[in-house]
């Protein structure tokens, strides 16, 4: 059978993790996130190349899943505030 070689990303402010996981064919985004040890930061949403995709989404070799961490302020709400500064 086939194997995948695929990469899980997360990245902070500060610090960034990079994890290549193999895989066998016909693997979801789940199995990569739970065969590389990132499940747990995976409580929002996650994606491939930067597109948003669910947990039971296939992988195809070289994929690089990334996981997104939620937003620390509303980009409609920062917007107002930089407004509200400039006055």
Known sequence: M???QVEVVHALPGAQTCVRVSLPAGATVGD???KSGLLELARGKVGI????VR????????????????LAVD????????????R
């Open 2 to 4: 086939a194997s995948l």
């Open 49 to 52: 190349f930067g597109r948003l």
């Open 32 to 34: 990569a996130l739970e």
């Open 55 to 70: 947990l039971d989404s296939p992988v195809a070799d070289g994929d690089r899943i990334e996981i997104y961490r939620p």
């Open 75 to 86: 980009p409609k709400e920062a917007r107002r505030r930089r407004a509200a500064r400039r």
